[in-house]
C-alpha cells in the first residue's frame, strides 16, 4: 500500500528506477569527475584546436584544443551545484514567506497571500533574466537570480501545504487548548510538511538546472574560465554545423538531467496520488483450492455459492490472510448480512465474491459460483456480462464510486449500453424508470445532473438505479448506509429491501452495525478475524446467539432501551491483527468463557439448532434477557 | 445554575456570488453546570458549526454565549474554558508527536502546573482516561481507535475545561469500542463533574450518555427538554422521525411516514415558514389546510409549547415548564 514510503514505492516503477539510476550516476560524476578526468579537461592542446569527433575526443575539441567529453563530465559538479543552490536560496526566502500566513493573524495573512500569488503569477524566467543583468553577469548572480526567481512556487508550495496542516483537527485542538502561535508552527506545521517540501524542492533542482543553464547559456551564467553545460552549449553551438558533437554533447546532457529530475517526480506524483480504490486494478479469484468441500444447498438453487475462500494480501512482511476458508450461500430472494468490526474481513469477503479485490490481493476458494458460473475462471466476454448485467454493487461512500465528470444519466445508461447493447435512447428511458423506481424525484432533471448536485443520499439511490439497470440477480452492498444519516439510513434499507421484494434480487448486506443487519436481513453471519463465527436467522440474533461474540457486540451497542444506570458491556483487549491470527478461537483472548481447549483448538463452524451454527466449543444457550424484554414492551 | 448559556446564537458563512448560508440560526441553548446535553441532529443541521463557534474556530455573527453568567471568550491568553473533543482520532492528534508531547503541550499552555510536575500531570490525565501512562511515549499510528479517542480526551482535559464538548466522538470508533468510550464520557462526568456538550447523530447513544437534550434541524433547535421526557412524549415531528429511523434488534423495517422520503432541504435557500413542512408527515404534505406552516415561523410561542418544541402542533407546555419559563423571563428582565 502507498503512502507512508512514497520515495521507495516511487523507486519501485520502471519510470522511477530509471530516473533514480540516472540521477545516482549523475551525482557520482558530480563528486569523482573533477578527480578523474580533470587534468584531462584542462590538458590545453594546441595541435588539435576545433576538432571534430574522433577516437581520441568523441566529442572533439574546444578552441584550446581540450577535450570537450571530459570537460562535459568534469562540468556536472558546476551544473548541478549551481543548481542545488539556485534551490536552496529560493528556499530560504520561499519556505518562510509562504508559511508567514499560518502564524499570522487573517487580516495580515491575507496580505501575505496577497504579495505570493501576485508573485507567482509574474514570469519567473523574465524574473530571473531581469535580475540576472541588475545583479551583474556571473554564476553568483545566476543563482541569485534563479533563487529568487523559484521563490515565489516555494512560497507557493509551502502556503499550500501549510494551509491543509493548519486546517487540521490536530492543529484545531492545540489553538483551542491555548498553544501560541510559534509553537503551532514550529511543532506541528513545520515537521509535518517537511517530508512533501524536500521532495518538492529536490525536484525543482531539474527546473533550476535547465534555468541555470540557459542563463549561461545566453551568457548571463558562468562566466570563462569556469565552465557549466550552458556555457559549454554556447561555445559549441558557435561551430555546430562543423562538428555538432560539440553542441549536442552539452543539450543531451541538459536534456538527461532534467528528465531524471522531473521523471522521479513524475514517479513519485503517481504513487502519491494512486490509492487502493475499488475501481483500481484488478485480479481474479482465480486459484482453485484442491479438494473441494461439501456444500450446503438449501431448497432453493443458490445465486451465490462459496466454498473455503481465504483472501490473501502479500505483503513486505510476508503473506496475511484477512479472510480464512469461510463458505456460504446465498438463496434467490434471500437478503444475508455480514456483521463484523473493522478487520473482520467483512468487506475482503464482499470484494471476493463481487470479484473487485484490488491488487494484489487475491482470492482462493474451492467453489465460488455466481448462478452456476464459475467465478474462479478467466473472464470471459459472457463472465463479463454476466457480472455486469446480473450483479450490482453499492459502495460505502456514493461520492468517491459515481464517476464525478460524467452525469448521473450517462453512468446509468453506459451499463446498459455496453452489456444489453440497447440502444441509448431505450437505455435512457430505462434510466428515468430505474431512477423512478429508487423514488428519485423528477428523474428527468436528475439525469441531466452531476453526482456533487447530489445529496449522499441521494447519490446511494442511483448507485442502487445504476445497480437496477441491468437485471441484477444479487446486490452486494458494503455498508451502503454508513456515511449517511440515521433518517436516510431508513430510506435506503428500507429501499433494498422493496426491491428485493420487487425483483426477487437477493442481496449481500455488509455492516458493522447488528442492528441494522437485524432490520433489513433474513440471515446473518457474524465474522471474527477472518472467520465466520456464527450464522444464524434474525429471530435467532435476537432471542438466542449462540457465540460469546455475537452477544458480546449485541451488548455493547447501546439502543433505546438500554439501562442508562449501568456501565455498557465492552469487550475487552482488540481484535488480532489479521498476521498474528491465533491457532485455537481467534476471539479467545477476548473471551469470558475460554478455556484451554478454545486457546488451543480451533472451534468448526456447527450446527447447533435449525438455522444456526456457531464456531464455540462453549456455546450460549440462555436466551438474552435485556433484549426480549425489548422487544415485547 | 447554568454553566453554558447560548443567546441567539448565528452563524453565516458568506460564499461566493452572494451565496451565504446561515448554518446556525438563532439558537438558544443551555447546558447546566455538572450535566450533559445531548445535541441531535443529521449532518447539514448545523451542530458541528455550533460546536465549533462555542470554541471559537468559527466566528460567530449574532448572539452571545456566556459562561457562568460572563461572556466567553476564547481568544484570551491562558486557560481556554470550553474544550472540544473532535470525532476523528486519527485526524485530531499530530501524526509525529507521542501522546506524553500532545497531552504536555497543552499543560503547559495552561500554566496551572509548575514546570516540574508536568511529567506527573500528564502521567494522572492518561489515567484519568484509563490509558497506559506507558503510552505516553508512543505515536498516535501505535494506538488502536480508541486509545487515541481516550488520548484526544486527556489532551481536552488537560486545559482544565469547565465545559467539555463532545463532537461525534464515537462515530469514528468500532462498535466494540464505542461503549467503552460512552463509559469514559459518563463516568468522567460523575467522577469530575464535568458539564459536557455531547454532539452525536446517533439518538440512542445521546439517550444513553445525556441527561437533556436539544434536537437540531437546519440550523435551529426545534425540540429541547429532559432526555427520558423527549423521548417518551415527542412533540416536534422531526424528533418523532429521529426516533423512529433509530435501527432496533427485533423491529424488521417499517414502512415510512410520507414525508419520510425526503431530503434535508438546501441551506442556503431554507423553507419559508417552519423549516421542517417539506418533509413533515403531520404538515401541509399531508394536510392541504396547515398553510401556517408555511407561512408562519413556529419559533415564535415555542417557550410556551411542550419541550419548547419549536411546532405549531406541538402540545401546550405543562404549567411547571410555563412557570420556570416566566421565572427566567423575569430574571432576563
Known amino acids: 500500500m502507498p503512502g507512508r514510503r512514497p520515495l521507495a514505492a516511487a523507486l519501485r516503477t520502471p519510470t522511477g528506477a530509471t530516473a533514480a539510476v540516472v540521477l545516482a550516476g549523475l551525482l557520482f560524476l558530480a563528486a569523482f569527475a573533477p578527480a578523474i578526468w580533470g587534468a584531462e579537461a584542462r590538458h590545453v592542446d594546441v595541435a588539435h584546436l576545433l576538432e571534430g569527433s574522433s577516437g581520441r575526443h568523441p566529442l572533439g575539441t574546444d578552441n584550446l584544443g581540450r577535450d570537450v567529453l571530459a570537460r562535459l563530465l568534469v562540468a556536472t559538479r558546476q551544473s548541478l551545484g549551481l543548481a542545488v543552490l539556485a534551490v536552496l536560496v529560493a528556499t530560504l526566502i520561499g519556505v518562510p514567506l509562504g508559511a508567514l500566513p499560518a502564524v499570522l493573524g487573517r487580516r495580515a495573512g491575507r496580505i501575505v497571500n496577497a504579495v505570493i500569488d501576485f508573485a507567482v503569477a509574474f514570469p519567473a524566467l523574465l524574473l530571473a533574466i531581469f535580475v540576472a543583468i541588475v545583479a551583474g553577469v556571473g554564476a553568483q548572480s545566476a543563482v541569485l537570480a534563479i533563487g529568487i526567481a523559484g521563490a515565489p512556487s516555494a512560497a507557493r508550495l509551502t502556503q499550500t501545504l501549510a494551509a491543509s496542516i493548519a486546517g487540521s483537527d490536530y492543529v484545531a485542538a492545540a489553538r483551542l487548548a491555548g498553544v501560541p502561535r510559534r509553537r503551532l508552527l514550529l511543532r506541528h506545521v513545520l515537521p509535518n510538511i517537511g517530508e512533501p517540501l524536500i521532495l518538492n524542492l529536490t525536484l525543482a533542482v531539474g527546473g533550476a538546472l535547465l534555468a541555470m543553464s540557459g542563463l549561461s547559456f545566453l551568457g548571463l551564467g558562468v562566466q570563462a574560465p569556469a565552465y557549466d553545460w550552458g556555457r559549454m552549449l554556447n561555445e559549441g553551438l558557435e561551430r555546430v554545423y562543423v562538428s555538432p558533437a560539440a553542441a549536442l554533447g552539452p543539450g543531451t546532457a541538459v536534456v538527461i538531467a532534467g528528465l531524471a529530475f522531473n521523471g522521479l517526480g513524475e514517479a513519485l506524483a503517481q504513487v502519491v496520488s494512486t490509492r487502493p480504490v475499488h475501481g483500481g486494478r484488478r485480479r481474479d479469484a482465480g486459484h482453485p483450492v484442491d479438494e473441494p468441500a461439501p456444500v450446503a444447498v438449501g431448497d432453493e438453487a443458490p445465486v451465490l455459492t462459496v466454498s473455503r475462500l481465504s483472501v490473501h494480501i502479500p505483503t513486505a512482511a510476508g503473506e496475511i490472510t484477512p479472510v480464512r476458508e469461510i463458505s456460504f450461500t446465498v438463496s434467490r430472494g434471500e437478503i444475508v448480512g455480514i456483521v463484523g468490526e473493522s478487520g473482520s474481513g467483512k468487506s475482503l469477503t464482499a470484494m471476493a465474491v463481487g470479484r473487485l479485490l484490488a491488487a494484489p490481493a487475491y482470492a482462493t476458494a474451492a467453489r465460488l459460483e455466481f448462478l452456476g458460473a464459475d467465478l474462479r475462471a478467466k473472464p470471459t466476454r459472457t463472465l463479463r456480462r454476466l457480472l455486469g448485467t446480473s450483479r450490482a454493487v453499492v459502495f460505502q461512500d456514493p461520492a468517491t464510486t459515481l464517476n464525478p465528470s460524467l452525469t448521473v444519466g450517462r453512468q446509468l445508461t453506459e451499463v446498459s449500453e455496453v452489456h444489453q447493447r440497447m440502444p441509448r435512447r431505450e437505455a435512457r428511458l430505462r434510466a428515468v424508470s430505474r431512477l423512478r423506481s429508487v423514488r428519485i424525484p423528477s428523474p428527468e432533471r436528475r439525469l441531466r445532473q452531476y453526482p456533487h448536485q447530489l445529496s449522499g443520499g441521494m447519490r446511494q439511490r ?159 444457550t440462555e436466551p438474552l434477557p435485556a433484549l426480549t424484554d425489548a422487544v415485547s414492551a | 445554575m ?325 421565572k427566567q423571563a423575569s430574571e432576563v428582565g
Open chain 1, 462 to 620: 442511483a448507485m442502487i438505479a445504476m445497480g437496477l439497470m441491468g437485471e441484477p440477480q444479487l446486490i452486494i452492498a458494503d455498508e451502503p448506509t454508513s456515511a449517511l444519516d440515521v433518517t436516510v439510513q431508513q430510506q435506503i434499507l428500507r429501499l433494498l429491501r422493496q426491491v428485493n421484494e420487487d425483483t426477487g434480487a437477493a442481496a449481500l448486506l455488509i455492516t458493522h452495525d447488528i442492528a441494522v443487519v437485524a432490520e433489513t436481513c433474513r440471515r446473518v453471519l457474524v465474522m471474527y478475524a477472518g472467520r465466520i463465527v456464527e450464522e444464524l436467522d434474525v429471530r435467532t440474533l435476537c432471542e438466542r446467539p449462540a457465540h460469546p461474540y455475537t452477544r458480546a457486540l449485541i451488548a455493547s451497542v447501546p439502543d433505546m432501551a438500554t439501562d442508562r444506570d449501568s456501565p455498557l458491556a465492552t469487550i475487552a483487549g482488540r481484535p488480532p491483527q489479521p498476521a498474528e491470527i491465533p491457532d485455537g478461537c481467534g476471539f479467545a483472548a477476548r473471551c469470558a468463557f475460554a478455556t484451554e481447549r478454545c486457546r488451543a483448538e480451533r472451534p468448526p463452524l456447527l450446527p447447533l439448532a435449525p438455522g444456526q451454527s456457531a464456531a464455540c466449543w462453549h456455546p450460549r
Open chain 2, 2 to 326: 447554568t454553566a453554558l448559556r447560548v443567546r441567539d446564537l448565528s452563524v453565516r458563512f458568506d460564499g461566493a456570488g452572494g451565496r451565504s448560508l446561515t448554518a446556525v440560526a438563532g439558537v438558544d441553548l443551555d447546558v447546566p453546570s455538572g450535566q450533559v446535553v445531548g445535541l441531535v441532529g443529521e449532518s447539514g443541521s448545523g451542530k458541528s458549526t455550533l460546536a465549533r463557534a462555542l470554541v471559537g474556530l468559527v466566528p460567530i455573527t449574532g448572539g452571545s454565549v456566556e459562561l457562568d453568567g460572563r461572556p466567553l471568550d476564547q481568544r484570551t491568553k491562558g486557560r481556554r474554558r470550553v474544550q472540544m473533543v473532535f470525532q476523528d482520532p486519527y485526524a485530531s492528534l499530530d501524526p509525529r508527536m507521542t501522546i506524553g508531547e500532545t497531552v504536555g503541550e497543552v499543560v503547559a499552555a495552561a500554566g496551572r502546573v509548575p514546570r516540574a510536575t508536568r511529567a506527573a500531570e500528564v502521567e494522572r490525565l492518561l489515567e484519568l482516561v484509563a490509558l497506559d501512562p506507558a503510552h505516553s511515549r508512543r505515536l498516535p499510528r501505535e494506538l488502536s481507535g480508541g486509545q487515541r479517542q481516550r488520548a484526544a480526551i486527556a489532551r481536552a482535559l488537560a486545559a482544565q475545561p469547565d465545559v467539555l464538548l463532545a463532537d461525534e466522538i464515537t462515530s469514528a470508533l468500532d462498535v466494540s469500542v464505542q461503549g467503552a468510550i460512552l463509559n469514559l464520557i459518563r463516568d468522567l462526568q460523575r467522577r469530575l463533574g464535568l458539564t459536557v456538550l455531547f454532539i452525536s447523530h446517533n439518538l440512542s447513544v445521546v439517550r444513553y450518555v445525556s441527561d437533556a437534550v436539544a434536537v437540531m434541524y437546519l440550523g435551529k433547535i426545534v425540540e429541547t427538554g429532559p432526555v427520558d421526557h423527549v423521548i417518551a412524549d415527542p412533540q416536534h415531528p422531526y424528533t418523532r422521525m429521529l426516533l423512529d429511523a433509530v435501527p432496533r434488534l427485533g423491529a424488521a423495517t417499517r414502512p415510512g411516514p410520507a414525508g419520510a422520503d425526503g431530503d434535508v432541504a438546501d441551506p442556503h435557500h431554507p423553507p419559508t415558514g417552519c423549516r421542517f413542512h417539506p418533509r413533515c408527515p403531520v404538515g401541509p404534505l399531508v394536510d392541504p389546510t396547515r398553510r401556517l406552516c408555511v407561512t408562519e415561523s413556529p419559533d415564535d410561542g415555542a417557550s410556551r409549547r411542550r419541550h419548547r418544541s419549536a411546532c405549531h402542533f406541538a402540545e401546550p407546555a405543562p404549567a411547571s415548564q410555563l412557570t420556570k419559563v416566566a
